[in-house]
């Protein structure tokens, strides 16, 4: 009775968030993420103020020295967090810019807690998972929602439940119901529900075992959520709701839509933001999709469709470029048109030179974000091939550190002009290490990171672009242009459009019209949203359906 009652009173000193956890079952890559995104829209939607946080059990203290070829992109946020990339669908979604806060990780919070040992703050005490570490990752959590001000704060638990890693994250939203009240938190539980093949049987028992793994650790799930093919029929929803002791309308189904962005819509037509404002006990409006609706619809229904070529290094998880290929989406929806893009490997030019043709069955080709220097000539190549032949051409931060190459090369007649991160004997470093890099020795978070500003030279296609002479972008690198060899690139014609405030650094690089040929240093993929694509990626995705339709179009 007592710890209910300073339970109460601590809840009203606070501002007074609610927390809904995401938590996921069967098996990873289940949809949390849009899932969480998609709470969050139902909810914002009708006017309550929300934000999003990912916990992430694995034990890197962030996702910047995680090879995204393997994990999946590192998103990065304004202050130069390197993320989880469900930070991106929870920006995307909610159109909110987070922070390095709203992702907590094993690493993050030992470390925290080991620091703290020892300065001896623990005073004297054995420190322990319960009750040092959990307090640290509820302290997390509330502190998000205090800097916020968010009425409710979403936490997505990564992984499954079940995994020893994220055992500590699980036992802390536990408490968290303890400590906040039964009105002020939600659970929801995210589970497969496989169709077999042959009966087109919708089975249940691995969502049953999952919710039951969750109970054993103490947390009885609210709200079920079926991740399935098809939705789930009157039978499935029945056992569901029995053995996950629930209602019925508790139960819920994210089956396969042919855009991300539909999720939020069927989930709401199932009743699931009100059913959830009701359980939180919050007076809300009346949703408002018209906007929304409009975007899906406009990505849907294409009149026509693009094919770009994406020259990169191989990337067999669609999650490696995740942000990108959104931004093209958005761009694609606001042209009212599809991209559809091919992925190829760029080391194939540097063995098969005369594949470089293929290229030419594309409207554009875009090169992307990058490290190392494998596949490095092969995407120089690329964009030798698009400035020759007039392609489209966009180039995001090692796209247009490439592009700064071959033009050295090809233009300026550099012979082996390089980048020093490819090749550091180069007779020509036109890219080259930024001179604060030299003295990084640790790898993580060591990179200009972050937003950073940058002015935009008028009378140009960046400014026709962005309509503005002064622009925020976000940014992950260690290399740049050498400015030494500026004049050198300017004199033959490529135009830096835009630099940075003291001048000193090349941000955005173009090429004089008819050609649309651009490339940026920062990654304009981070702040592209459904329905405000990013200027740069409407900029290309527009080129390349004027390519493709053989004239010009009305921006829309
Ligand atoms: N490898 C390059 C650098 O570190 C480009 C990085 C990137 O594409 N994000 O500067």
Redesign the pocket.
Known sequence: MQSLLYASVIARHRRMAKYVFITGGVLSSVGKGIITSSVGKMLQTRGVKVTAIKVDPYVNVDAGTMNPYMHGEVYVTDDGGETDLDLGWYERFLDLNLNMNNNVTTGMVYKRVIEKERKGDYLGRCVQIVPHVTDEIKQRIRNVASHTGAEVVLTECGGTVGDIEGLPFLEAIRQMRLEEGYESTLYIHVALVPILDVTGEMKTKPLQHSVNELRRIGIQPDVIVARSKEIIDVEARRKIALFGTIPQNAVFCSFNVQSIYEVPLILDEQGMGSFILNRLDIKAQKPRWKEWKRFVNDVLNPRSEVKIALVGKYAGLADSYVSMNEALKHAAAACQTKVSSDFIEAEIFENHPEKLKTLNSYNGIFV?????SRGAEGKVSAIQYARENNMPFLG??????LAVVEFARNVCELEGAN?T?IDATTPYPV?DL?PEQHKVEIKGAS??LGTHKIVVKGNTLAFSLYGSKEILERH?????VNPEYRPTLEKKGLIFSGESVDGKRMEILELKAPCFFFASQF?GEFKSRPGRPDPEYFGFVKACLEKHLGRAIQKS
């Open positions: 992307p974000y990058g490290f190392g995001i931060c090692y796209g247009f550190q980048s991160e890219i930024m990179m200009r992950r690198h260690r290399f740049e990654h």
